[in-house]
């Protein structure tokens, strides 16, 4: 495992967010990390890319507990995290984005332009996306296209584990599934993905294991021939809650 957690805990004064949840992350698998709002998703991402320290349990990288001291040294080790947001500038070209905050450079210090749009295309074309020209507006791409550059970007810049945040909640179906081929394809260069979704139905079909979230408790986590989709839908949603809403919404 490149990435564990061991029982880890956080509490936030009273508040108790995350208690005993453990999962792991292998090179070249998905782990989806499901649970509805509140259910401790964005904590567990922030411990994992050095937001937040943990309060109980162990982190581990490479098997070894480690206490991350920021995003920075979540990054030193090769996690990154591609937030909902993206921390992309729109106005700005695809490739000034690829490279934000890592600007290749020529000697006396010098952006290097030649090099930035070449290796932004070739890594781009590597991981099968298809963009019209790196020096458009990262505005001017969709929502898929977007998330799919951010996950380049990270493959790029050595990312052994890739944690992404809801990347598929605001888009449509089509998109969606753009952004969960390049999952796949993160996944198919030996990356350890975390992919943190409600939806179960884009989970299921790219994901190896799955980590359930239910008010910062686990509620189990399961391989891939271990459960169904319809049953992780039932696992989060409750599936006596479900019987229940069939039934009032159902016609006498």
């Not at 943990?54 to 920021?70: A, I, N, Q, W």
């Not at 271990?226 to 479900?242: C, I, K, N, P």
């Amino acid at each position: 495992m490149i990435l564990q957690t061991r029982g880890i805990g956080k509490t936030f004064g009273s508040v108790l967010a995350l208690r005993e949840v453990s999962m792991g992350v292998a090179a070249g698998q998905v782990t989806c990390v499901l649970g509805d709002n509140g259910a401790g998703k964005s904590t567990l991402i922030k411990i994992l890319s050095g937001v937040h320290g943990h309060d109980s349990g162990e982190l581990l990288v490479d098997g070894e507990p480690v206490r991350l001291t920021g995003p920075r040294d979540a990054l030193d080790r090769g996690i990154a995290t591609v937030h909902q947001d993206l921390a992309m500038i729109p106005l700005m070209s695809v490739w000034r984005n690829f490279f934000l905050g890592s600007e290749p450079r020529r000697s006396f210090g010098r952006f290097d332009v030649a090099k930035a749009r070449r290796v932004a295309r070739e890594e781009l074309r590597a991981m099968g996306i298809d963009v019209r020209d790196v020096d458009q507006p990262v505005g001017t791409l969709s929502g898929g296209e977007r998330q799919s550059v951010a996950i380049a970007r990270a493959v790029y810049f050595g990312a052994r584990v890739l944690i992404l945040d809801e990347p598929t909640s605001a888009l449509g179906v089509k998109q969606a599934g753009v952004v969960l081929r390049y999952i796949a394809r993160a996944r198919d260069r030996g990356l350890g993905v975390v992919f943190i979704t409600h939806n179960p139905h884009h989970a299921h079909p790219v994901g190896d294991r799955f980590l359930l979230l239910n008010r910062g408790t686990s509620l189990g986590e399961y391989g891939k021939a271990e459960v169904t989709r319809e049953e992780l839908t039932a696992l989060m949603a409750g599936g006596a809650e479900l019987e229940r809403l069939a039934h009032e919404l159902g016609r006498e």
